[in-house]
């Protein structure tokens, strides 16, 4: 069955220093890869998807991920953080139907000043 | 692109009760989902919400727990019934304008939360 796993629950990064947040997946064809953001009270914002082709996807807000089969991860970067990008962070991937999306716990990124 | 709108925004609850939650799409969708959102815990899928049909629940969820509507292309409804502190979490419906997620962008409300007391 289809899993998403995010190793780290929290983390917490100065601000204007890079980020890297961590997704691993379970899949068993070709994955559809998602990354999501949910600010406090709001709903969650579709920042970038890998569905084929270059393994390096640019998203919304400068944040790009890398998808990587070898190692059955989809890693979210961002080279500069800024203290509004303090949010959860959700990897998700597809249920193989193409019907609905599965998530990984979230990451929960604070910014320090 | 769909904004998703959802009422409540927030409710507090006494156990055994049943609270509705409702979901409205700016535009027609032909997919309609709902999820549970657990204090510290990933989204997880509770139902399709299928207009002109019974929902598809997930394993582990059941209608009479929660029995979902979805009289049209823009509106869906979700009741917890008899709640128990258990139930308490952010309930989430999201829409998919056409096609699947591989096809399509999926969006989603800001959600409810919900504490049982």
């Not at chain 1, 953080?81 to 990451?107: M, P, R």
């Not at chain 2, 209608?63 to 308490?88: A, Q, W």
Request: charged residues 15%; aromatic residues 10%; proline residues 5%.
């Amino acid at each position: 069955a289809q899993s998403v796993t995010q190793p780290d629950i929290h983390i917490t990064v100065s601000e204007g220093a890079s980020l890297e947040l961590r997704c691993n997946y379970s899949y068993g064809a070709t994955p559809y890869l998602f990354w999501y953001v949910q600010s406090p009270g709001q709903g969650l914002q579709l920042l970038l998807k890998y569905f084929s082709g270059d393994t390096l996807v640019q998203g919304i807000k400068g944040f790009e991920a890398e998808f990587k089969r070898s190692q059955s991860s989809f890693n979210l970067r961002k080279p500069s953080v800024h203290w509004s990008d303090a949010a959860e962070y959700f990897c998700a991937v597809d249920n193989q139907a193409g019907t609905a999306l599965i998530f990984g716990k979230g990451t929960t990124l604070s910014v320090s000043s | 692109s769909a904004v998703i709108s959802q009422k409540p925004s927030r409710d507090i609850c006494q156990r055994g009760t049943s609270l509705t939650i409702q979901c409205q799409v700016d535009s027609q969708v032909t997919m309609m989902f709902w999820y549970r959102q657990q204090p510290g815990q990933s989204l997880t899928l509770i139902a399709t919400a299928n207009q002109g049909s019974e929902a598809t629940y997930e394993s582990g969820f059941v209608i009479d727990k929660f029995p979902i509507s979805r009289p049209n292309l823009t509106f869906s409804t979700l009741t917890v019934s008899n709640m128990s502190p258990e139930d308490s979490s952010i309930y989430l419906c999201s829409a998919l304008p056409r096609g699947g997620v591989r096809d399509n962008e999926q969006f989603f409300g800001p959600g409810t939360r919900l504490t049982v007391l």
